[in-house]
């Protein structure tokens, strides 16, 4: 063998070596913050120094970074304004409220000065995306350090961010500092903000903010300096030495989250309960008569909601989360949350639930929410209706009829687009918002009657326990089902996710074993590429013809109750896709599970033959769980 060739071999052994090693890599890039803010409560301005740590762990060379820069979205003329005032179906909160700001009530970001490492840095203001040219590329491995400062203007609350909000909170401080774009796998995420979701990228957090000493202030991270700041911070005991000046320069660290949220007002009343193992929680809301009660009711709720939280999908990480009265809606944060508080306690418990969860389901996964929003606003809405199921004493069979009902309002609308849609680029807020919450919690809502509810409940732990930090996308998501359940699932996700297609499946036909009825629809289903025979019939038995109506298929429970003598007695018939190479567990549901033969996703009728007597039987019904998504159910059952 000569050089060359051993050459050639070493080379594309290392090669593949190479891609394999990056295949199985999933890396994610870090940054380190410290900011100091000086707040002007009158003028509604700030003034920052940013000391930003980027750590490349890509295995690319960058020559650009990309910042976030949302508060230049609330400007007449901006994306968001336009966007908003030209959507069919706009938010009412937003609508063309923009473009009639004032310029004393606009939002902006003016960056005063940029170094890399010292050294002045080109960059440019593309509307809320701030675009730099590195002066040295940041290699693969490499650290890279940029110092920043800049003067910002707070809009009057408009979506999420601003001061005077609709209840009064002088300052809803969120998406308010120039932050860095998350690059990954795909690449820059560097999308305008028009008031969707969000990506971020995982670090430390360090902020200092200066304001008027009268002012109390909550959100992520845990204050470093409760001695100095008192308001309820200081723990028992300790002396709070109160500062005669007339700011107070408020302190906070957090670590491993992906954004920092504040809010601030002279007026909060501020509440700390306890989960336990370390967690304290914070309340702080305003003062009001109709619904102060409501605010010490909910509290004792809200740790119950940690504690269950906790034993059924994964540990809280953090020492601390705000609950904080503010924004214009409710909207998740890393260790906070920001929701209008004029509520009745219903209503404020399941907000307060919802944004809770997203902290399961968004800050500690962190994935693209703008790609994947049902990911986020989906399996936070399905987890959230169990948490509500548990907190409510209901103990209910089924406690996501919302959830379906909006899906179900979805797929008859005409305007339902595939949830692959990025976020931004929906037609209308209709189905974006529809595709993300409903059709969101469905897919979690019918893995469920897949795989079987034991098995999905260890999947949906497992999914934490390895998913954790990482930025899991929906191939990761599903993966970890398959692993836990055994089957294939990939079917699955590419129908649900990547199509609109339905699910409609009916009970054709009933008949005896013995006879052969004309009216059956297995008289028009001769052709073996359309009709399916499931198991053998006996002379007595029962022939039960399936049909399916719509573009998805899906694995059936047939549930067959029928009287033997003077017993009731109910069995389940399962009907596994092929495709899916396995069946659900057993989950005693409905009786006893019997597994049938395959049905092939290419042929429209199945015939299921079973051993009772026709005059046995008093009802078949194609999954009275009601967890399979079927949009007309009003032909799923047969009775006597």
Same mark, same amino acid.
């Given at each position: 063998?000569?050089?060359?060739?051993?050459?050639?071999?070493?080379?594309?052994?290392?090669?593949?070596? &190479?891609?394999?090693?990056?295949?199985?890599? *999933?890396?994610?890039?870090?940054?380190?913050?410290?900011?100091?803010?000086?707040?002007?409560?009158?003028?509604?301005?700030?003034?920052?120094?940013?000391?930003?740590?980027?750590?490349? !762990?890509?295995?690319?060379?960058?020559?650009?970074?990309?910042?976030?820069l949302y508060f230049n979205a609330f400007q007449p003329n901006s994306m968001m304004?336009?966007?908003?005032?030209?959507?069919?179906?706009?938010?009412?909160?937003?609508?063309?409220?923009?473009?009639?700001?004032?310029?004393?009530?606009?939002?902006?970001?003016?960056?005063?000065?940029?170094?890399?490492?010292?050294?002045?840095?080109?960059?440019?203001?593309?509307?809320?995306?701030?675009?730099? =040219?590195?002066?040295? #590329?940041? +290699?693969?491995?490499?650290?890279?350090?940029?110092?920043?400062?800049?003067?910002?203007?707070?809009?009057?609350?408009?979506? *999420?961010?601003?001061?005077?909000?609709?209840?009064?909170?002088?300052?809803?401080?969120?998406?308010?500092?120039?932050?860095?774009?998350?690059?990954?796998?795909?690449?820059?995420?560097?999308?305008?903000?028009?008031?969707?979701?969000?990506?971020?990228?995982?670090? @430390?957090?360090?902020?200092?903010? $200066?304001?008027?000493?009268?002012?109390?202030?909550?959100?992520?991270?845990?204050?470093?300096?409760?001695?100095?700041?008192?308001?309820?911070?200081?723990?028992?005991?300790?002396?709070?030495?109160?500062?005669?000046?007339?700011?107070?320069?408020?302190?906070?660290?957090?670590?491993?989250?992906?954004?920092?949220?504040?809010?601030?007002?002279?007026?909060?009343?501020?509440?700390?309960?306890?989960?336990?193992?370390?967690?304290?929680?914070?309340?702080?809301?305003?003062?009001?008569?109709?619904?102060?009660?409501?605010?010490?009711?909910?509290?004792?709720?809200?740790?119950?909601?940690?504690?269950?939280?906790?034993? *059924?999908?994964?540990?809280?990480?953090?020492?601390?989360?705000?609950?904080?009265?503010?924004?214009?809606?409710?909207?998740?944060?890393?260790?906070?949350?920001?929701?209008?508080?004029?509520?009745?306690?219903?209503?404020?418990?399941?907000?307060?639930?919802?944004?809770?969860?997203?902290?399961?389901?968004?800050?500690?996964?962190?994935?693209?929410?703008?790609?994947?929003?049902?990911?986020?606003?989906?399996?936070?809405?399905? $987890?959230?209706?169990?948490?509500?199921?548990?907190?409510? @004493?209901?103990? &209910?069979?089924? #406690?996501?009829?919302? =959830?379906?009902?909006?899906?179900?309002?979805?797929?008859?609308?005409?305007?339902?687009?595939?949830?692959?849609?990025?976020?931004?680029?929906?037609?209308?807020?209709?189905?974006?918002?529809?595709?993300?919450?409903?059709?969101?919690?469905?897919?979690?809502?019918?893995?469920?009657?897949? /795989?079987?509810?034991?098995?999905?409940?260890?999947?949906?732990? *497992?999914?934490? !326990?390895?998913?954790?930090?990482?930025?899991?996308?929906?191939?990761?998501?599903?993966?970890?089902?398959?692993?836990?359940?055994?089957?294939?699932?990939?079917?699955?996700?590419?129908?649900?996710?990547? $199509?609109?297609?339905?699910?409609?499946?009916?009970?054709?036909?009933?008949?005896?074993? !013995?006879?052969?009825?004309?009216? &059956?629809? /297995?008289?028009?289903?001769?052709?073996?590429?359309?009709?399916?025979?499931?198991?053998?019939?006996? +002379?007595?038995?029962?022939?039960?013809?399936?049909?399916?109506?719509?573009?998805?298929?899906?694995?059936?429970?047939?549930?067959?109750?029928?009287?033997?003598?003077?017993?009731?007695?109910?069995?389940?018939?399962?009907?596994p896709l092929e495709i899916m190479r396995g069946n659900k567990k057993d989950e005693?549901?409905?009786?006893?599970?019997?597994?049938?033969?395959?049905?092939?996703?290419?042929?429209?009728?199945?015939?299921? !033959?079973?051993?009772?007597?026709?005059?046995?039987?008093? +009802?078949?019904?194609?999954?009275?769980?009601?967890?399979?998504?079927?949009?007309?159910?009003?032909?799923?059952?047969?009775?006597?």
């Amino acid at each position: 063998m000569t050089h060359k060739s051993i050459w050639l071999i070493v080379f594309f052994l290392l090669f593949n070596i &190479s891609i394999t090693w990056s295949q199985q890599q *999933r890396w994610q890039q870090k940054v380190e913050y410290d900011m100091d803010i000086l707040v002007d409560v009158k003028k509604h301005q700030l003034k920052g120094t940013q000391r930003l740590v980027y750590y490349n !762990n890509s295995n690319e060379e960058l020559t650009k970074v990309f910042y976030h820069l949302y508060f230049n979205a609330f400007q007449p003329n901006s994306m968001m304004d336009v966007r908003s005032r030209t959507i069919q179906d706009a938010d009412p909160r937003v609508g063309s409220k923009i473009f009639h700001l004032e310029d004393e009530e606009i939002g902006y970001h003016k960056i005063i000065s940029l170094k890399q490492n010292g050294e002045d840095v080109k960059f440019e203001v593309v509307g809320t995306i701030l675009e730099v =040219s590195l002066n040295s #590329p940041i +290699k693969a491995g490499d650290t890279s350090v940029f110092d920043m400062q800049f003067h910002s203007q707070v809009p009057q609350q408009t979506r *999420r961010s601003g001061w005077n909000n609709a209840e009064g909170i002088e300052f809803s401080m969120s998406q308010w500092y120039p932050k860095m774009c998350e690059y990954d796998y795909q690449g820059w995420h560097s999308n305008p903000y028009v008031g969707r979701e969000f990506h971020g990228v995982w670090g @430390d957090f360090e902020v200092k903010i $200066t304001i008027d000493k009268n002012y109390i202030l909550g959100g992520t991270g845990v204050l470093q300096n409760p001695e100095e700041i008192g308001h309820g911070y200081e723990p028992k005991g300790m002396e709070v030495n109160y500062n005669e000046n007339q700011n107070l320069t408020w302190h906070f660290k957090a670590e491993n989250v992906h954004d920092f949220v504040w809010a601030a007002d002279p007026d909060y009343i501020h509440d700390i309960k306890e989960v336990g193992d370390g967690i304290i929680l914070h309340f702080l809301y305003q003062e009001n008569e109709e619904y102060k009660d409501v605010w010490k009711r909910v509290q004792n709720k809200t740790v119950d909601a940690f504690k269950f939280i906790q034993n *059924r999908y994964g540990k809280y990480p953090y020492p601390q989360y705000s609950i904080i009265q503010a924004g214009d809606g409710g909207m998740e944060y890393p260790m906070a949350t920001l929701i209008t508080g004029k509520r009745v306690f219903k209503s404020l418990l399941g907000v307060i639930i919802h944004e809770v969860m997203h902290t399961w389901y968004q800050m500690l996964m962190g994935s693209n929410e703008s790609l994947y929003a049902w990911m986020d606003e989906g399996f936070t809405s399905y $987890t959230s209706n169990v948490v509500s199921d548990y907190l409510y @004493d209901k103990n &209910s069979s089924f #406690p996501h009829n919302g =959830s379906y009902r909006g899906y179900y309002y979805l797929a008859n609308s005409g305007v339902e687009e595939p949830m692959t849609t990025h976020a931004d680029h929906f037609k209308t807020n209709f189905a974006y918002g529809q595709a993300a919450y409903s059709k969101g919690a469905v897919f979690l809502g019918q893995l469920n009657y897949i /795989v079987g509810e034991n098995v999905f409940d260890k999947g949906m732990l *497992r999914y934490y !326990n390895e998913w954790c930090y990482k930025h899991p996308n929906p191939n990761d998501f599903i993966r970890v089902m398959e692993k836990e359940s055994g089957l294939e699932l990939d079917w699955y996700k590419e129908y649900w996710v990547n $199509t609109t297609h339905k699910i409609d499946y009916s009970i054709a036909d009933v008949v005896s074993g !013995n006879k052969a009825s004309k009216d &059956s629809i /297995v008289v028009t289903a001769k052709d073996e590429n359309y009709y399916i025979q499931g198991g053998k019939v006996e +002379k007595n038995g029962t022939r039960i013809y399936i049909e399916k109506k719509a573009g998805m298929p899906m694995p059936l429970d047939i549930v067959v109750t029928y009287t033997q003598g003077k017993s009731t007695k109910i069995i389940t018939y399962n009907i596994p896709l092929e495709i899916m190479r396995g069946n659900k567990k057993d989950e005693l549901k409905y009786g006893l599970q019997i597994v049938m033969p395959d049905w092939k996703w290419t042929h429209k009728v199945y015939e299921l !033959n079973i051993n009772i007597p026709l005059k046995w039987i008093d +009802k078949i019904e194609i999954d009275p769980s009601l967890r399979l998504a079927d949009v007309d159910r009003d032909n799923n059952v047969w009775a006597k």
